[in-house]
């Protein structure tokens, strides 16, 4: 790889777009490393797709940059191009899958063919039939096969679950984890459903209002935080404001979850890791207008 960070899939500096009515990227700085698996997590509106369209070449930077694979998206500097499977999939609905995958083959000069039949047969899918008579399960598998096809060493991913039903959702994820412990290839997953996510990705971007919350290992980021969980004081829990993210107040109990260490020198609270979920939605409510004025950005890791 042409890099001279060698180890990193995706790096944003100071990555922001605006649109006419604004920003939808802003101040975004982060690193996926190669070899991870990422969830790409945030609202609607979280700047998801602006990130993904940023990081394929489909749109340029307002300001900052973004290399990918060591490259700039977009110039043609690689010959490692990275798959993108977009939202809405797109594929000629009139072609059969066979001519779909032929078109792959004539599209990409490293196109594995016998590999993209193979995942399209996995999938329980006749290469016979035209694309329009597909389910929407159905043409993500195709759609994946397309992408896979160019055996790519990053596939990004843009809420490639969101019309399937539960066992089609699964059985996508599992093509995918499989291609990951075949190849190693690295992964960047859009989604706003944080459970999709939970127990396949080994990394987290979380975005809300254009922003990066919070970015890193998902190991490293458990460990990086506990919930705090104790009787409400009326004198406040007295810890720094900058380590505690979010303070909730159910009846008489307070429950705060505290980042890097903020929880040393403190007594009478009970300490739990957090889950992901739990990590996740303290930082989207301390993120959200409605909740909080504070906007906490944090990179660990
Ligand atoms: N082409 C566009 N022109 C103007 N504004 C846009 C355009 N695309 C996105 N936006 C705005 O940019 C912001 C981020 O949108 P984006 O689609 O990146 O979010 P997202 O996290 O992918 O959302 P979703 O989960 O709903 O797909 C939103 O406020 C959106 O309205």
């Known amino acids: 790889m042409g890099t001279d960070t060698g180890h990193v899939a995706l790096a944003a500096r100071g990555l922001g777009k605006r649109y006419r009515r ?3 990227l802003r101040n975004c700085t982060f690193e996926l490393p190669l070899g991870r698996v990422s969830a ?14 940023l990081s394929t070449g489909l749109l340029r930077p307002s300001e900052g940059a973004v ?3 060591g490259s700039t998206p977009g110039t043609g500097g690689t010959d490692s191009k990275p798959a993108f499977l977009a939202q809405d999939k797109p594929l000629y609905r009139r072609f059969t899958v066979d001519e779909m995958l032929h078109a792959g083959r004539a599209l990409n000069p490293r196109w594995d063919h016998a590999y ?4 399209v047969q996995d999938a329980g899918v006749n290469p016979a039939a ?7 399960g159905q043409r993500t598998r195709v759609a994946l096969a397309l ?19 539960p066992l089609a959702r699964e059985e996508v994820m599992q093509a995918v984890m499989a291609e990951v412990a075949e190849t190693g290839m690295t992964v960047l997953l859009s989604s706003h459903v944080l459970a999709d996510m939970e127990g396949v990705c080994d990394h987290l971007i979380l975005l809300a209002g254009g922003r990066v919350h919070l970015v890193g290992d998902i190991e490293d980021l458990l460990a990086n935080h506990r919930l705090l969980i104790g009787p409400r004081r009326a004198e406040g829990h007295g810890l720094p404001a900058r380590a505690v993210i979010e303070a909730r107040a159910t009846g008489r109990q307070e429950t705060l979850l505290v980042r890097d260490g903020g929880w040393t020198a403190t007594t009478g609270w009970e300490q739990l890791e957090p889950t992901l979920e739990e990590l996740a ?15 906490p950005e944090v990179a660990v890791a």
């Open 22 to 24: 604004g920003w939808a």
């Open 116 to 119: 993209a039949h193979r995942l």
């Open 67 to 69: 290399e990918v694979l």
């Open 147 to 165: 992408a896979l096809g160019r055996r790519p060493q990053l596939l990004m991913l843009d809420e490639p679950l969101a019309d399937l039903d």
């Open 40 to 53: 790409l997590v945030g609202p609607n509106g979280a700047g998801k797709s602006t990130l993904m369209a």
């Open 281 to 295: 939605m303290a930082y989207l409510r301390s993120a959200s207008p409605s909740r909080s004025s504070r906007s």
């Open 130 to 136: 035209r694309i329009s008579t597909l389910s929407g």
